[in-house]
């Protein structure tokens, strides 16, 4: 987690209302020391892991650090609840499939950390939301839910992702719920729900 936290709040809400969700926040990481869902995280009593890039010497010593800092902490599976940075195989290969991002776009559409401006610049009249499984490519993994909405004329960025957080503090605990209850597999990048698909 990087900026303001809302997916992280949405899902502890989703956990603390559901006693069936099948899982519970054992650790929050984040790249950023002053990143709002740090205090959400401390406020209900979560161990949290901050490492800086420009506290390590290179990237690759900084993720070494953020993966053993995290993975200290045993989890399960990783939620990559609005984290800015891009993870390789050296975080990616210790949870295997189980490694979540939620991202403000249609996707293969506007992949990036800019998604719903270039949505905008490009033009879209339907733009929303993806939760998928992260692979080595950015913003490329196994899609697990999608959900659009119609872009109104004249909205601005801020405007348009305000509705597509409001999506995503839905879709993405629903997701992460049934990753939880070992309701979700991988056939050939399709992912298959047990469940009923949101
Ligand atoms: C979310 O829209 C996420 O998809 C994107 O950044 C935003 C993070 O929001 N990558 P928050 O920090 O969860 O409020």
Not at 31 to 47: E, K, N, S, T, V
Not at 118 to 146: M, R, W
Request: net charge negative; proline share 6%; with cysteine.
């Amino acid at each position: 987690m990087s900026g303001s936290g809302t997916n992280l709040a949405a899902l502890l809400r989703a956990i603390d209302d559901d006693p069936d969700f099948g899982g519970r926040v054992v650790v929050v990481g984040s790249d950023r020391a002053d990143a709002g869902g740090l205090q959400l995280a401390r406020d209900a009593g979560i161990p949290t892991v901050v490492e800086e890039l420009s506290a390590h010497a290179d990237r690759p010593t900084w993720e070494q650090a953020l993966t053993d800092g995290v993975a200290a902490h045993a989890p399960e599976a990783i939620v990559l609840a609005g984290f800015m940075k891009i993870v390789t195989a050296t975080f990616l290969s210790r949870w295997p499939s189980r490694v979540l991002n939620t991202h403000p776009s249609i996707l293969p559409a506007f992949p990036g950390a800019h998604a719903v401006r270039d949505a905008l610049a490009y033009g879209v009249k339907v733009t929303g939301s993806t939760v998928h499984v992260v692979d080595e490519q950015v913003d490329h993994g196994p899609i697990i839910a999608q959900r659009a909405i119609a872009v109104a004329q004249g909205e601005t960025e801020d405007e348009v992702h305000e509705r597509i957080k409001a999506i995503e503090h839905e879709l993405f605990p629903a997701c992460v719920r049934a990753l939880c209850r070992g309701e979700l597999a991988i056939e050939n990048r399709h992912v298959v729900w047990a469940g009923e698909q949101p």
